[in-house]
């Protein structure tokens, strides 16, 4: 499945705006369930946010109305604008790449992602107050 890779994690104050994206390097999104996820120091691994292959998006309740996920699937590109930022919103970012099922079932937030099939390996995000 090819080769995901993350960039555009960064360190910033509160408040402040990033955009995370995630290049496949061997396949288009269009027909996945593509996800962010993220894991604080500490913490367990959570599902952040996922895109179907007909363009849904599905948010986690800690980041609605603050994070974007959106997709170019001619550039291979997924990507999480983040808004608003939360000193509990660092942590490092993983995107992951599943069936369509996930999205549409809703298994994507299971397990902080274990239903996903393919992982990036992750970028810091580092949010300071």
């Known amino acids: 499945q090819g080769q995901l890779v993350e960039s555009g994690g960064d360190s910033v104050q509160a408040g402040g705006s990033l955009t995370l994206s995630c290049v496949a390097s061997?396949?288009?999104?269009?027909?996945?369930?593509m996800g962010w996820f993220r894991q604080g120091s500490g913490k367990e691994r959570e599902a952040v946010a996922a895109?179907?292959?007909?363009?849904?998006?599905k948010y986690a309740e800690s980041v609605k109305g603050r994070f974007t996920i959106s997709k170019d699937n001619a550039k291979n590109t997924l990507y999480l604008q983040m808004n608003a930022l939360k000193p509990e919103d660092s942590g490092t970012y993983y995107c992951?790449?599943?069936?369509?099922?996930?999205?549409?079932?809703?298994?994507?937030?299971?397990?902080?992602?274990?239903?996903?099939?393919?992982w990036g390996e992750g970028i810091p995000v580092t949010i300071s107050s």
């Open positions: 992951a790449q599943g069936s369509s099922y996930e999205c549409y079932s809703g298994s994507w937030r299971t397990g902080g992602g274990q239903r996903m099939d393919y």
């Open positions: 061997a396949y288009t999104y269009d027909s996945f369930c």
């Open positions: 895109i179907s292959s007909d363009g849904t998006t």
